[in-house]
């Protein structure tokens, strides 16, 4: 299967001094080759922010 697990973590908590959210995603090593990034729901700081894929 060319469909990798990965990790999303939140860019903006760490910069506010709070907790950062993480999710897992997937997506297709084959044809995605650079970082994943998406918007989704920080609970810490109660609105969406920006998660970048970390190793």
Do not use: D, Q
């Amino acid at each position: 299967m060319p469909r990798e697990v990965i990790t999303l973590e939140c860019t903006e908590a760490k910069a506010e001094g709070k907790p950062a959210s993480r999710y897992l995603s997937s997506r297709n090593k084959k044809t995605v080759t650079e970082r994943v990034e998406k918007k989704k729901y920080n609970p810490n700081l109660k609105r969406h922010t920006i998660h970048k894929e970390i190793k």
